[in-house]
C-alpha cells in the first residue's frame, strides 16, 4: 500500500527549530519529486517546498533561508528541517508525492510556534 | 507570482451541479489539478491535468480548463461531497517554480 505518515510536530518557542519527518512506504522517495504543503488553522493550503528526485531543491519566499527540505534513501524518508520558527509557521505540515499533481498525501502533523 | 482565484463559498440543492471556478492569467496554458478536503483531512485528489479522475474517484467529478478560467464540476451533488475544494498549478514563471493553490471554495450541499 502506498503511504506517507508524518511525525515530528509539536510545540516549539518562536526562534527554535523542529524537523520533520515524513516515512514512505510502497513507493521510493528518492524516485519521485515530494513537497511539504502546509495549512494554517483555518486557513487554505499553502506550498512549502519540493525536492526533485535529481535532488534540486525549491521554496516558497516565506519560508527560504529558513527551512530546510531533504531526503534519507536508505530510510525512505523525506524531511523538513524548520530552524527560526515564528508564529506564522504554525499550520498543520503535509508531506505529498507530487507529479505535477499531488495523488498521495499523509495524515499531517501539527506545529504551534508559541511562547 | 501568479495567483489563482476561487469564490469562497459555492451552495448546491442535492441532485443539481455544482461549478467551481478557479482563475488564473491565461490559465488555459496550465494543467490544473483539483483537491477535495473534508474538516480534520489530508486532501485527496480528485481531478488531475484538467480533466482526468484519479481511478476511485466518481465520473460525477469532472474538469475544464479554457482561457483564464479552469472549472470543477460535480454532477448529482451529494451530502458526502461537502468539503472544501482548492484549485493548483505549477508555475515557472519566475526564477524558480512554484506550486500554487487557489484559496478554496467550501462546498456546501443545502
Not at chain 1, 519566499?61 to 536508505?74: A, C, L, Q
Not at chain 2, 492569467?25 to 484538467?50: E, F, M, R, T
Not at chain 2, 458526502?80 to 482548492?86: I, L, R, T, V
Request: charged share 15%; with cysteine; net charge neutral.
Amino acid at each position: 500500500e502506498v503511504q506517507l505518515v508524518e511525525s515530528g510536530g509539536g510545540l516549539v518557542q518562536p526562534g527554535g527549530s523542529l524537523r520533520l519527518s515524513c516515512a514512505a512506504s510502497g513507493f521510493t522517495v528518492s524516485s519521485n519529486y515530494m513537497s511539504w504543503v502546509r495549512q494554517a488553522p483555518g486557513k487554505g493550503l499553502e506550498w512549502v517546498s519540493v525536492i526533485y528526485s535529481g535532488g534540486s531543491t525549491y521554496y516558497a519566499d516565506s519560508v527560504k533561508g529558513r527551512f530546510t527540505i531533504s531526503r534519507d534513501n536508505s530510510k525512505n524518508t523525506l524531511y523538513l528541517q524548520m530552524n527560526s520558527l515564528r508564529a506564522e509557521d504554525t499550520a498543520v505540515y503535509y508531506c505529498a508525492r507530487d507529479r505535477d499533481y499531488m495523488d498521495v498525501w499523509g495524515k499531517g502533523t501539527t506545529v504551534t510556534v508559541s511562547s | 507570482s501568479y495567483v489563482l482565484t476561487q469564490p469562497p463559498s459555492v451552495s448546491v440543492a442535492p441532485g443539481q451541479t455544482a461549478r467551481i471556478t478557479c482563475g488564473g492569467n491565461n490559465i488555459g496554458s496550465k494543467s490544473v489539478h483539483w483537491y477535495q478536503q473534508k474538516p480534520g483531512q489530508a486532501p485527496v485528489l480528485v481531478v488531475y491535468d484538467d480533466s482526468d479522475r484519479p481511478s476511485g474517484i466518481p465520473e460525477r467529478f469532472s474538469g475544464s480548463n479554457s482561457g483564464n478560467t479552469a472549472t470543477l464540476t460535480i454532477s448529482r451533488v451529494e451530502a458526502g461531497d461537502e468539503a472544501d475544494y482548492y484549485c493548483q498549478v505549477w508555475d515557472s514563471s519566475s526564477d524558480h517554480p512554484y506550486v500554487v493553490f487557489g484559496g478554496g471554495t467550501k462546498l456546501t450541499v443545502l
